[in-house]
């Protein structure tokens, strides 16, 4: 069992994620507590008015919103009715089953998962005080349902050993298929919280393998000052297709300013990751020089994708290394030597360039045969 817990500003906002998956047929509604009606006979507008009815009490308080995700690991099978039981009891033990809150269970990923929408904002006017004791209160108490319930030990998706269930791991954005924003959110929610990256180049990098990308928006054409971030999907070409998303829009808020202090985490590149690495391309190598396919394919089975960055006309401008392994970003600027842009360019050129005289040897001869 693992609990994820988010503090929003909009409860119209949450409140509508959950609705929306509701009318689509892919999470229902099964408990309503300290409501004046059951789950099945509350409209989306009564939700709505339960809980904007204590947030008018304390309108000076921008995070009134709980928002949170319980989920389950593969392999468990249970109703509706032993959700329900989860759902009070771990709200009872975080002292939160006095406040109004809704439980819905969505059937829309590979394990079973449900998410719990409550307030912060208490019938007197105030606001409760939980912020980070809440998630370690929340960790303690999860452990403690595993166990009551005889529950299969489930953590945050990414960091569970390697034999587990591949049904939680995100997978490519396609363009067209119904509930892009859903997958968008999958993704982002596993690179940002499972990789290492020191700036948005590097984060676009490991994006790019699910054909997503983060663009900071800015305020004035000078560039001088960032206004927001905003997530497109991606074409195989790595073409922006399809409407983007606000970073807000999401439930864990992914903002230029979460960001940017997650690229403050990794600013240095660890030696004993850089040597493993660099023999790594070294090895793809093998001594000579290859072309740009070849070398990706065979770095790809190191689990090393090289992702190429150009500029407009086509030119290369830099290379990252996405080690999915380890969960690491490499700027080839920063690693330098043999390894930069430049570098890999020329080997990669030297082959290439020796393939098309090569090529142009041989139509060369058959024009000679056919004269002949």
Not at 162 to 172: E, G, I, S, V, Y
Not at 212 to 221: F, H, L, S, T
Not at 226 to 232: E, I, K, T, V
């Given at each position: 069992m693992f609990a994820r817990v988010n503090y929003n500003r909009s409860i119209r906002h949450t409140l509508g994620y959950n609705e929306q998956k509701l009318r689509q047929g892919k999470a229902e509604c099964i408990l309503a507590e300290n409501f004046m009606k059951d789950p099945e006979l509350l409209n989306r507008q009564d939700k709505l008015y339960r809980f904007q009815r204590l947030h008018v009490l304390n309108e000076k308080t921008k995070a009134n919103t709980l928002h949170i995700s319980l989920s389950f690991h593969p392999t468990e099978r249970f109703g509706n009715d032993q959700m329900k039981e989860l759902a009070r009891q771990y709200m009872e033990k975080l002292h939160l089953d006095r406040q109004p809150y809704l439980a819905y269970r969505h059937n829309d990923t590979g394990h079973p998962h449900m998410h719990i929408v409550s307030t912060l904002i208490q019938p007197d006017g105030n606001r409760l005080k939980l912020d980070q004791i809440l998630r370690y209160q929340s960790l303690r108490i999860t452990k403690e349902l595993e166990e009551r319930f005889s529950l299969v030990r489930f953590y945050q998706p990414g960091s569970l050993p390697?034999?587990?269930?591949?049904?939680?791991?995100?997978?490519?954005v396609i363009y067209g298929e119904p509930g892009r924003k859903e997958a968008v959110e999958r993704v982002l929610d596993h690179v940002l919280n499972q990789y290492k990256y020191s700036s948005m180049a590097e984060l676009n990098a490991v994006l790019r393998l699910y054909n997503?990308?983060?663009?900071?928006?800015?305020?004035?054409?000078s560039l001088s000052k960032?206004?927001?971030?905003?997530?497109?999907t991606l074409d195989e070409k790595g073409h922006l297709v399809g409407l983007s998303f606000k970073s807000s829009s999401f439930p864990s808020k992914p903002t230029l300013g979460k960001l940017e202090q997650k690229f403050a985490l990794h600013p240095f590149l660890q030696q004993e990751e850089l040597k493993k690495l660099t023999l790594s391309i070294d090895w793809a190598f093998a001594g000579k020089s290859i072309e740009w396919d070849t070398l990706r394919k065979n770095l790809q089975k190191e689990k090393i994708h090289p992702i190429l960055e150009k500029d407009r006309a086509g030119n290369w401008r830099n290379i990252y290394y996405v080690d999915v392994a380890n969960r690491r970003v490499y700027d080839g600027e920063k690693i330098g030597g043999r390894y930069n842009c430049p570098s890999i360019q020329a080997r990669c050129a030297r082959e290439e360039g020796l393939r098309l005289e090569q090529s142009l040897q041989l139509k060369n001869q058959q024009k000679l045969k056919f004269h002949l």
């Open positions: 390697a034999q587990k269930l591949n049904q939680t791991l995100p997978r490519k997503v990308k983060a663009k900071i928006v800015w305020e004035d054409p960032a206004r927001g971030l905003m997530y497109h």
